[in-house]
């Protein structure tokens, strides 16, 4: 999906999050990353400014910016101190008539409810794990194992562990146990799909385009509590197991496969209500494909399996970048405007 009208010279104003919690470490990362893609999007023609969210005063950070004049470029995960508030900055966009990138705040609010998801995508007939939540630990009507034990509230693994995977209704109770008690949330319970797992990425509006999907590989793990995705794999870069996760592109996949795993993202998609860029974490079993989890705010860091298809598809990074503006312009109603009648 190209769009060879794409305007290199769209203002931009990037959104990004500092917890002053974080350790000096992790701010620092973050602030590298971001002036990463400022300088990406910069080198393409955009002129961009910037804004770190540290506190939850959204409202008077926006202030002195007028939504007519630019598009806001949302690489907010949250408000700082508010847990799964994506939604809220999405909401307050929208709220002073900003355009802006990714997903809208009812689509950000439906997948931080991983039920609310499951619904969706069963209701669509799309492929995705047997599941149940609990909000006691009395779970002794589920009978599908091995299962994994997931927070209901929780992106990006948080909440997962070795442990999560759970082998007998002890264990399971025991983890069910941990969710309510540590992380303060419902449990969802699922039927543990110990295959190969795939993460795609996925562009555009009305037409949309399949990036070359990513394969996370367990081989080299013969316990199956190893063989998924868990918070360490994703964070801890001094872990085995963030090590050897790494995405490995493209995946290899028979031409049928991949016919019909591009089938199943694509549904998914539209079904959660996606827009500009999502990605979507699928498993494979018996030559059907299971959505695991829809990621309408994936991560966009130079390093992720998004970006690194995305630049096998022909987009580097300050060009994937520029497209996400552009594809966000055409909501913007002075933008669209001049694209369509000065052209």
Not at 170 to 181: C, D, S
Not at 281 to 302: K, Q, W
Not at 317 to 341: C, I, M, P, W
Request: glycine residues 4%.
């Amino acid at each position: 999906m190209e769009n060879n009208n794409r305007r290199t010279d769209l203002p931009v104003l990037l959104l990004y999050d500092v917890d002053r919690r974080w350790s000096q470490e992790e701010i620092r990362e973050s602030v590298g990353l971001t002036d990463i893609l400022v300088s990406a999007l910069q080198a393409i023609g955009h002129p961009v400014s910037s804004i770190c969210v540290e506190t939850d005063n959204l409202p008077d950070l926006l202030r002195p910016y007028y939504p007519d004049e630019l598009i806001v470029f949302n690489w907010c995960e949250e408000l700082p101190g508010i847990p799964r508030s994506g939604a809220l900055v999405a909401q307050e966009l929208e709220r002073r008539g900003f355009t802006y990138t990714g997903a809208d705040y009812y689509a950000l609010a439906l997948s931080q409810d991983k039920r609310r998801v499951k619904r969706r995508l069963q209701r669509w007939g799309i492929p995705t794990p047997a599941w149940q939540v609990y909000t006691s630990a009395q779970a002794a009507d589920w009978r599908r194992f091995p299962a994994i034990v997931k927070p209901a509230y929780e992106h990006c693994s948080f909440g997962i562990a070795r442990e999560a995977v759970v082998q007998s209704t002890a264990e399971l109770m025991e983890r069910i146990r941990y969710v309510l008690e540590e992380l303060q949330q419902p449990a969802l319970v699922e039927d543990f799909i110990d295959g190969r797992e795939f993460h795609v990425g996925v562009i555009g509006n009305g037409v949309l385009r399949v990036l070359p999907p990513g394969e996370i590989d367990y081989s080299s793990f013969d316990d199956i509590h190893d063989r998924l995705c868990t918070y360490e794999s994703n964070f801890d870069k001094t872990s085995l197991a963030y090590q050897f996760a790494v995405p490995k592109l493209p995946a290899v996949l028979t031409d049928d496969q991949l016919c019909s795993l591009e089938e199943v993202v694509i549904a998914a998609y539209r079904a959660t209500n996606s827009r500009d860029y999502a990605r979507m974490d699928i498993r494979l079993r018996e030559g059907t494909f299971y959505i695991l989890d829809v990621n309408h705010n994936a991560d966009i860091s130079p390093d992720t399996s998004l970006v690194l298809a995305a630049e096998m598809a022909g987009y580097a990074y300050g060009k994937f970048g520029s497209l996400l503006v552009n594809l966000a312009a055409q909501r913007h109603a002075r933008f669209a405007y001049e694209d369509t009648h000065l052209a």
